[in-house]
C-alpha cells in the first residue's frame, strides 16, 4: 500500500526550539509539499519541492524552512517555534506530468503544539 | 491572491439524507478537486474534474464542474455514518503537477445515525 508516512502523529515542542518535521513517501513522486491546515483556513501551502535540492516558497513559508536532500524525504523546520507555529502540518507527494488524475497523496498530519 | 469560498461551513444531517455543498471563486478554474479528510487523517482524492459542464460520479458522489468554470458542485446520496468528515475543495488553473493548487476551507460533515 503506498503511502506518505509523517515521523509523528503529536509533538510539544517549546517556544524558541528547532523542530523538525519529517515525511517520506515510497511511490517515487517527483513533488512533495508541506500545508499547515487550521480551522476556517483550510489548506495553505508552506513549501514545496519538485526535485531532489530544489525548493519553492509557497504562501506563508515565514518561519519554515525545508530540506529535500533525497527523493522520498522532505523535512520541514520551523527555525525558532513560536505559539502562533501551532497548528496540524500535512506533508503530500504527487507524480510529475500532464495529467492530475491522482491528485496529491497526504499523509495523516502531525499535529504540533507550541507551549 | 485566488480563494475559494465553501458553503455551508459545516452541515449535520441525519442518515440516509442527500447533502449537497459547494465551492465557489472569483478567478476561473480549469481543474476542480474534491478531497475528503476523515478524522485523524489527511485528504483524500474523491474526484478530479476537467472540463466544464463535467458531470463525475464516484459511487454515491457526484460532482459537477460548473459551466463558468468558477464554482463546482459535490452531492453525496443516501448519506451513511462513514461520509463523516471534512470535504475540501480544489481549483486549478491548469492541468499539470507544476500548476498551482488552491484549497477552500472546507465544509464539516456530521451524519447522525
Known amino acids: 500500500d503506498v503511502k506518505v508516512t509523517q515521523s509523528s502523529r503529536y509533538l510539544v515542542k517549546r517556544t524558541g526550539e528547532k523542530v523538525f518535521l519529517e515525511c517520506v513517501q515510497d511511490?517515487?513522486?517527483?513533488?512533495m509539499f508541506w500545508y499547515r491546515q487550521d480551522p476556517g483556513l483550510g489548506l495553505r501551502l508552506i513549501y514545496f519541492s519538485y526535485d531532489v535540492k530544489m525548493k519553492e516558497k509557497g504562501d506563508i513559508p515565514e518561519g519554515y524552512s525545508v530540506s529535500r536532500e533525497k527523493k522520498e524525504r522532505f523535512s520541514l523546520i520551523l527555525e525558532s517555534a513560536s505559539t502562533n507555529q501551532t497548528s496540524m502540518y500535512l506533508c503530500?507527494?504527487?507524480?510529475?506530468?500532464?495529467?492530475?488524475?491522482?491528485?496529491?497523496?497526504f499523509g495523516s498530519g502531525t499535529r504540533l503544539t507550541v507551549v | 491572491g485566488q480563494q475559494l469560498n465553501q458553503s455551508p461551513q459545516s452541515m449535520f444531517i441525519q442518515e440516509g439524507e442527500d447533502v449537497s455543498m459547494n465551492c465557489t471563486s472569483s478567478?476561473?478554474?480549469?481543474?476542480w478537486l474534491w478531497y475528503k479528510q476523515e478524522p485523524g487523517e489527511g485528504p483524500v482524492l474523491l474526484i478530479a474534474l476537467y472540463k466544464a459542464g463535467e458531470l463525475t460520479s464516484n459511487g454515491r458522489l457526484t460532482a459537477q464542474f460548473g459551466i463558468t468554470r468558477k464554482d463546482s458542485f459535490l452531492n453525496i446520496s443516501a448519506s451513511i455514518p462513514s461520509d463523516v468528515g471534512i470535504y475540501f475543495c480544489?481549483?486549478?488553473?491548469?492541468?499539470?503537477?507544476?500548476?498551482?493548487?488552491?484549497f477552500g476551507p472546507g465544509t464539516s460533515l456530521s451524519v447522525i445515525p
Open positions: 511511490m517515487d513522486h517527483e513533488n
Open positions: 478567478s476561473i478554474f480549469n481543474t
Open positions: 503530500a507527494s504527487s507524480p510529475s506530468g500532464q495529467v492530475t488524475n491522482y491528485g496529491y497523496t
Open positions: 480544489a481549483g486549478q488553473l491548469g492541468r499539470t503537477s507544476y500548476d498551482k493548487v488552491i
